[in-house]
């Protein structure tokens, strides 16, 4: 929020490990982290790839999920975000 001066949007929620070289990396339980989020209201997602449901699975109703390998990945889905 820093960043753009402005609070992050309401339903945006954000996972994963940042490692020194830039690379997010994948949380335990990913999917059932984000299963409640979206039982809780979020609607905005970035998550690690490895986190991001296989293509095939079932969807996440309610909830946008945008799967990321770098922080430069994850800023630039947040900087898009009104």
Do not use: C
């Amino acid at each position: 929020s820093s960043l753009r001066g402005k609070p992050l949007p309401k339903g945006f929620i954000a996972f994963g490990e940042v490692g020194l070289a830039g690379e997010v990396r994948p949380a335990p339980r990913g999917q059932e982290r984000l299963r409640e989020a979206a039982k809780l209201g979020f609607s905005v997602a970035v998550v690690p790839k490895a986190n991001a449901p296989r293509k095939g699975a079932k969807e996440i109703e309610g909830l946008t999920i945008h799967a990321v390998e770098r922080i430069e990945e994850a800023m630039d889905v947040v900087r898009q975000l009104q």
